[in-house]
């Protein structure tokens, strides 16, 4: 069992940047991944690492904007978000999974944060 636990959320004005960060209860060579949940949308695949860090995905909405990276050490994962429009605007989620495979969809991965939200003003 894998707990995870986001933070870094925040009100942010557009064009402006955010660092959210996740933290795993135990050392893990997982897969993570960031999705995020708009009022009244679904929860959408944000972006996914691997557990060397070597490989990532993004969706096409973010990419060139987002970076995922992370620290096994320390056993956390990062979101630096950059050139923040409004419809970025959602409940940020960190993911598991105990796969060395990226997953982009929510039913590859079996551990959740409890989000963090994320507010773009314009």
């Known amino acids: 069992q894998v707990q995870l636990v986001e933070s870094g959320g925040g009100l942010v004005q557009a064009g402006g940047s955010l660092r959210v960060s996740c933290v795993a209860s135990r050392r893990t060579f997982s897969t993570y991944g960031w999705f995020r949940q708009a009022p009244g949308k679904e929860r959408e695949f944000v972006a996914a690492?691997?557990?060397?860090?070597?490989?990532?995905a993004y969706a096409g909405s973010v990419k060139g904007r987002f970076t995922v990276s992370r620290d096994n050490a320390k056993n956390t994962v990062y979101l630096q978000m950059d050139s923040l429009k409004p419809e970025d605007t959602a409940v940020y989620y960190c993911a598991a999974r105990p796969s060395a495979d990226i997953g982009i969809q929510k039913s590859d991965y079996d551990y959740w944060g409890q989000g963090t939200p994320v507010t773009v003003s314009s």
């Open positions: 690492i691997d557990w060397s860090g070597g490989i990532t």
